[in-house]
């Protein structure tokens, strides 16, 4: 199924002079009815560059929790809302990396809220729907 919720970008510079840098992009999913779910895509440049993207991994409610060590990466999500009635879902998702080691200590590297309906067809959705019952028509 995979429904997009919401999808937002945070990019940040830090550091000294700002020359370390992040781009992430968290994208809210619906993964199945009721079932929801983050992916994130994410580009850091700087002492360290790199590229990682991977996902959606399912999203329950508030949590706060370290998803890597080394260096550590904490995810903490807040404000959560689940509104059924109005098929409605919102939350607020900030991501802080220990770069302790050099010499920049926790970073927040991503604060951002996402919203949006779920359990609705896109409107390109629609449209392949409709496609595929007149070719089989």
Not at 7 to 18: E, I, N, V
Request: hydrophobic share 35%.
């Amino acid at each position: 199924m995979n429904h997009v919720i919401d999808t937002q970008t945070d990019k940040r510079k830090y550091g000294l002079f700002g020359v370390e840098k992040s781009d992430i992009t968290l994208t809210l999913i619906e993964m199945s009815p009721n079932t929801f779910g983050l992916a994130f895509n994410a580009k850091w440049s700087g002492l360290v560059s790199g590229h990682q993207a991977s996902g959606p991994f399912q999203v329950t409610g508030n949590q706060n929790k370290i998803v890597h060590q080394g260096p550590d990466i904490r995810v903490e999500i807040t404000d959560w809302s689940l509104d059924q009635a109005h098929r409605k879902l919102s939350m607020r998702c900030q991501i802080h990396v220990d770069l302790t080691k050099y010499g920049l200590g926790t970073v927040l590297v991503y604060d951002q809220a996402l919203s949006g309906t779920y359990g609705a067809m896109t409107p390109q959705q629609m449209l392949a729907v409709l496609t595929q019952a007149m070719e089989q028509a």
